[in-house]
């Protein structure tokens, strides 16, 4: 059974950073992507950030660029989403997602995770 379970979400100023964590099981991911999206109250949900398990190709949405940073631990299976210099317009549930195409569109990622609430203050 595929499990994505997130981590690390919380209260942060804005200004402030935290990293957000995707644990991964139940099989084997090497052909996947792995993919943050967000999602804030009466809106949909938004891609923010993909990377491929296997090479580490990297894609960013225009709003988190050059403030968001996605990586991924191999041997641990666990994706990481490390954000600085929120803003309060980051807000929203954070969510992993695990696909077999290399897309920005949610209804393409197979699997999903719980999600994590982000809340950035003013």
């Known amino acids: 059974q595929v499990q994505l379970v997130e981590s690390g979400g919380g209260l942060v100023q804005a200004g402030g950073s935290l990293r957000l964590s995707c644990a991964a099981s139940?099989?084997?991911?090497?052909?996947?992507?792995m993919g943050w999206f967000r999602q804030a109250p009466g809106k949909e949900r938004e891609f923010v950030a993909r990377i491929r398990w296997s090479g580490g190709n990297t894609v960013y949405a225009d709003s988190v660029k050059g403030r968001f940073t996605i990586s991924r631990d191999n041997a641990k299976n666990t994706v990481f989403l490390q954000m600085n210099s929120l803003k309060p317009e980051d807000t929203a549930v954070y969510y992993c997602?695990?696909?077999?195409?290399?897309?920005?569109?949610?209804?393409?990622?197979?699997?999903w995770g719980q999600g994590t609430q982000v809340t950035v203050s003013s």
């Open positions: 997602a695990a696909g077999t195409v290399a897309t920005t569109i949610p209804r393409y990622y197979q699997y």
């Open positions: 139940g099989r084997t991911f090497d052909s996947y992507v």
